[in-house]
Nanobody, 115 residues
């Protein structure tokens, strides 16, 4: 059974940095991409960043230039380095591993940015 475990969330002042990690236990067949999503109170979940199996990356416009997604295939882990954080980045962040047959989700980690 596959399980995704996230870590690294917390409270930070505006302008600060955080690094999120998401490690998958269990084997995922035909992994296509790993990504980070977020959901703020009263809003829909949105894609923040994604990295494909070929290491191509894509970002939401709101985080371009500030966030960096990376993956460690040997550790089956995906990271999100978040710099220059803004109060509007406050949300629960979820990692996602997308395979050909299934989407796997982490439990979410809270990121709060104070002004």
């Amino acid at each position: 059974q596959v399980r995704l475990v996230e870590s690294g969330g917390g409270l930070v002042e505006a302008g600060g940095s955080l690094r999120l990690s998401c490690a998958a236990s269990g084997r995922i067949f035909r992994l296509n991409a790993r990504g980070w999503y977020r959901q703020a109170p009263g809003k829909q979940r949105e894609l923040v960043a994604v990295i494909t199996s070929g290491d191509r990356t894509s970002y939401a416009d709101s985080v371009k230039g500030r966030f960096t997604i990376s993956g460690d295939n040997a550790k089956n882990t995906v990271y999100l380095q978040m710099n220059s954080l803004k109060p509007e980045d406050t949300a629960v962040y979820y990692c996602n591993f997308a395979s050909s047959g299934w989407d796997y989700w982490g439990q979410g980690t809270q990121v709060t940015v104070s002004s």
